[in-house]
């Protein structure tokens, strides 16, 4: 049997994710129409011996009890959200709740980080994963030595695969080969755990006893702590080169999604790979009352959109939108109970939940997802009246905007 286990973090981990974070925790946020987390969970679903999902996080486990019920029933796998007291780090989360992981007997541990976006090939990894004597195999991507540094780089054996060495977002450059926190374990990763959380415990007795490194450092400090372990570097750097762990590589998209820049082009990744998967989640723009429809876009079946709206490509439409006559949307992400008047355009935007946008008002962002005001952003409730033409801005919640601003944070 095989159980999956989705690492979900907390709200003190999705700071850079405000203010969209506010009223929605981030594995929640709609990417192409669907919460971030449902688009891994829909690919553990396809492995045929999946018994449970595991969700494991320090989020309060209301932020996920509608979701879950809603996902119970549609996956007919059973799922559940494990809640921990405080943040353990990637490995210490998933060692707190082995009893409960291991109730099924899996023989095989699906675990994978809820904020990247790729086409999660785990069929083709857990094949690659049977047929080698290690304890883990990690999904690994070539990206360019420019961005590199910003994840794990790991060197593995061309021939057999295996990890030969690993480092946790080096300061010098080790390899474009990178970590994409998509792994299959066998049930010996909780021993690995285990040994690292005893040696913690040690080391952070020993220094607990001399008061001179007490005064000058920080034993306190997370990566310190012997229940907080990392999955990453306190047991992928310690294990490479002993024909423990393997590599599988893919040469599909992938992403990490850990602004909202990245939401949008995220959101773009998912919305093709529907083509290939779901195209029944396309909107057609086929019918004689719909809008016009370039490229893909998504709209939720409860939106309304005027049959004189231009949209696409790359829109996401959520739940009861209103989008009005002669409206323009592109690359954009429309999240619930927005109100989008006649002539209004959308650009490189994502407009937030109950927020409105009067007639001939125009929100764009320049479109380089990666900068910090490379798209523009309305949280909550906001209005942005007629004709107010916003640029490059990040609006907090429950704001009226009734002249054009560009380049602005807006609090
Ligand atoms: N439950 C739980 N508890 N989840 C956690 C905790 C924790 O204490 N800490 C982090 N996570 C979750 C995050 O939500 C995320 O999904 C995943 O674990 C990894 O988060 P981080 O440890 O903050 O690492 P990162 O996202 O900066 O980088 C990791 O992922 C990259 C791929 O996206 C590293 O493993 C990199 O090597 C890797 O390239």
């Known amino acids: 049997k095989t159980v999956a286990v989705i690492m979900m973090g907390g709200p003190t981990k999705g700071t850079r994710f405000r203010p969209l974070s506010f009223n929605l925790a ?41 979701y879950i019920s809603a996902l119970s029933n549609e996956l007919k796998v059973p799922v559940r959200y494990l809640r921990e007291d405080k943040p353990h780090g990637s ?7 082995q009893d409960l992981l291991m109730e099924d007997d899996p023989t095989d541990i699906i675990v994978l980080n809820c904020d990247v976006c790729c086409s999660f090939p785990l069929t083709d990894m857990l094949a690659a994963h049977r047929k080698h004597e290690g304890i883990g195999t990690l999904l690994v991507k070539k990206v360019s030595k420019e961005i590199a540094s910003e994840f794990g780089e790991l060197v593995a054996d061309p021939k057999t695969g295996e990890l030969l060495h690993y480092a946790e977002k080096p300061e010098t450059f080790v390899s474009d080969f990178i970590n994409c926190g998509v792994y299959i374990f066998t049930p010996e990763i909780f021993t690995a755990i285990k040994a690292v959380t005893y040696t913690k415990h040690e080391t952070s007795s020993l220094r607990r006893m001399s008061s001179f490194e007490a005064l000058h450092t920080a034993t306190n400090s997370r990566a310190m702590q012997a229940d907080f372990v990392r999955l990453d570097q306190d047991i992928l750097t310690p294990l490479a080169g002993k024909k423990k762990l393997y590599t599988f590589e893919t040469n599909d998209f992938w992403e990490q999604i850990k602004t909202p820049g990245m939401s949008l082009r995220c959101s773009s990744l998912y919305l093709a790979q529907y083509r290939l998967t779901m195209p029944e989640l396309l909107a057609t723009g086929d019918g004689k009352r719909s809008p016009t429809i370039i490229g893909d876009v998504f709209i939720h079946r409860s939106a309304k959109v005027h049959p004189t709206a231009k949209l696409g490509p790359n829109v996401s439409i959520s739940a009861n939108a209103r989008i009005g006559p002669g409206a323009r949307l592109i690359g954009c992400i429309i999240l619930d109970d927005v109100e989008i008047k006649e002539n209004a355009v959308v650009m490189h935007s994502i407009v937030g939940w109950k927020s409105s946008l009067g007639r001939w008002a125009r929100v764009q962002g320049g479109g380089d997802y990666n900068a910090k005001l490379g798209i523009t ?3 909550e409730d906001v209005a942005v009246e007629d004709e107010v033409v916003v640029v490059n801005c990040i609006v907090l919640p429950h704001k009226t905007l009734n002249i054009s601003v560009q380049d602005e944070i807006i609090l």
Do not use: R
């Open 26 to 66: 981030k594995p929640l946020f709609p990417l192409a129409g669907q919460p971030m987390v449902h688009h891994p969970i829909l690919a553990c679903k396809k492995i045929p011996d999946l018994a449970q999902v595991y969700l494991i996080g320090f989020y309060e486990e209301k932020d996920f009890s509608l």
């Open 377 to 379: 952003i309305l949280g």
């Open 91 to 97: 490995a210490g989360g998933l060692y707190n709740f």
